[in-house]
C-alpha cells in the first residue's frame, strides 16, 4: 500500500483480506491463541517466530489499525496502546532509563508535561524544557552526555505553537539521538513528521484519528530510519543482550525497521500491558477510514470561527497556526501547507467572567474537556484543567483567565458562527 495516496492509505491500508474472508476487519475477542504443540508456542516466547500467543502484548486487531497508521506517517512499523498517554511514555521509556535525560519542547499537552516533567522524574529520568522557538544555539546548550531522546508536538495542545520539526531534528541527530514528535493534531492527512527528520511519530488517537468521541487510544510509529547501533552505548536495550529473552539484541536481530517497536511490544507491552482492546481499535479504524474526508472540514470550520473571532471587539486575541496574523504562520506554511486542524484558542476581553458567561450561552458548542471530534466543543482552562492557579500565574503561564479553547467539529460553519455570534 506504500505507493498509494494519503486518502487511500485511509481507507485501505493496513488490512488485506483473502479469498472468500471478512471485508471490514475482524474484531478478535479473544484474550489467547491455540498452538497444537508446545514447540510451535515456544518459537513465538522466543521471538524466533512471529505470531499471537497473548492479547496483552499483540491482537490482530490491533496489528491491522497500527499498520495503517504506520502506512500513514511513512514508518517501517506500528503499534497501538491504550491511550495516548501510554504511547508517549512507552516511546521514551523504550529508549530511556533511570540516569537518562530528556530535552522537551515546553509547549506541550499538559498530561506530557505531568509524565516527563514528574512522573518520569521519579524514575530518575531528568528533563530540560526547552522553548518551542529556542534558536540553535539554546536547543544544543540543553543536551547533556545522558541525553537519549529530543520530544515535542507538530502542534502543541492547547497553545497551539508550530514546531520546527527540521531545527529539532537537526539538534537531536547531531547529538546522536532521536526526535520524537506527537503528531495527535495535524494527524498525518496534514503533516508527516518522518518527511521533516522525526525518527519516531506518537498519536493520542483518542482525537481526531477516532474524530467521534469515542474511544481513549495511542499509537506509536517507527521511522525505521534511526540507527541505533551506530550509537550503540547510548542505548543498551536496543543493542546488547536482552536476558530476558535468551540474549537477542534487537537492533541486530530486528534491523533498522523492525527493532525498536518489537522491543516496545515485547518489554514494555509485556511488562506494563497498555493494550488497546480489539473493540476500540475496530472503532478507531472506522475513524481512521474516514480521517481524510473529515480533516479539511475540521481545518476549514476553524479557519472561518478564527476569521470571524479575529474581526471582534470583544476578543483580545485569537490563535490559530493558519491565520496570517499567528506568531506560527510562517512554520504552518512549511509544516501544514494543508491547514493544521480545528483548535482555535482566543481570549476575552472581559476575563473569566466573560468566558464563562459566553460558554453559558453557546448552544452548539458543549463544554468538554475534549478537543478533535465531530461536535464543537470548548473550554475555560482557567476555570477547567488550570483552575488551581491565580491570575496572576495563569497570565504568567501564557494562559489568560479569559482564554476559551474551541474545538471547532464538522457541523456547518455558518451555524457555528452564528451561535458563537449570538453567544458574545
Ligand atoms: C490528548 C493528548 C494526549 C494524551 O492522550 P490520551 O489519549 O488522552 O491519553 C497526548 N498528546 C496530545 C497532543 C493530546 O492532545
Known sequence: MDNFKTGTKCVQAGYRPGNGEPRQIPIVQSTTFKYDTSEDMGKLFDLEESGYFYTRLQNPTNDYVAAKIASLEGGSAGMLTSSGQAANFFALFNICENGSHIVSSSSIYGGTFNLIGVTMAKMGIDVTFVAPDASEEELNAAFR??????????????????LDIEKFANAAHAHGVPLIVDNTFPTPVNCRPIEWGADIVTHSTTKYMDGHGAAVGGAIVDSGKFDWMAHRDKFPGLTTPDDSYHGIVYAEKFGLEGAFITK??????RDFGCIQSPQNAFLLNLGLESLHVRMP???ENGRAVAEFLSGREEVAKVSFPDLPSDPYYPLAKKYLPHGGCGVVSFELKGGRGAALEFMRKLKLAAIETHVADARTCCLNPATSTHRQMTDEQLSAAGIPAGLVRMSCGLEDKEDLIADIASAL
Do not use: K, Y
Open 145 to 162: 552526555e545522558n541525553t537519549r531522546a529530543v520530544f515535542g508536538e507538530t502542534i502543541a495542545n492547547p497553545a497551539l505553537t508550530v
Open 264 to 269: 516496545c511490544t515485547s518489554q514494555l507491552m
Open 297 to 299: 472540514r475540521h481545518v
